[in-house]
């Protein structure tokens, strides 16, 4: 199967807004995690089958500390403190990638911070 992406600014959002103020990002902008735990973007993904599937976040940390977030999917997390890591720059995009479970058909997958300093910025999910 092919890779499909799904941009953040199109999932659902809690305690983040969508912003454009760093360059580099796919489709309308990106998401900026609120500095929370528990600030989260979940989308709604198609699979072909039920399996293992590769999700490709890509993403910005311009900070020097990471950003750790756990991936849930169907409402279990299946990677919990997955790191995202410093980029070098708010403008620096870069993949971080995790195998996960999946079923057939619509799938949803959360992301969620773990520390008060939220998420990274997040431009889209991919999914194969
Ligand atoms: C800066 C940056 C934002 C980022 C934020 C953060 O304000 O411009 O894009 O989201 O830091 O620390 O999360």
Do not use: C
Request: cysteine-free; hydrophobic content about 40%; aromatic content about 8%.
């Amino acid at each position: 199967a092919g890779l499909v992406r799904y941009e953040a600014e199109k999932a659902t959002i809690s305690q983040g807004t969508v912003a454009t103020n760093h360059t580099g990002y796919s489709g309308t902008g990106f998401v900026d995690y609120t500095n929370v735990a528990g600030s989260y973007v979940q989308w709604s993904v198609t699979a072909p089958a039920a399996g293992t599937a590769t999700l490709t976040f890509r993403v910005a940390n311009g900070t020097t500390a990471n950003r750790p977030m756990d991936i849930a999917v169907n409402g279990t997390v299946v990677a919990a403190g997955v790191a995202f890591n410093p980029t070098a720059s708010w403008d620096t995009w870069q993949d971080v990638t995790v195998t996960v479970p999946v079923t057939a058909g619509t799938n949803t997958v959360r992301a969620t911070a773990t520390t008060a300093n939220g998420g990274p910025n997040v431009d889209y999910l991919s999914i194969r």
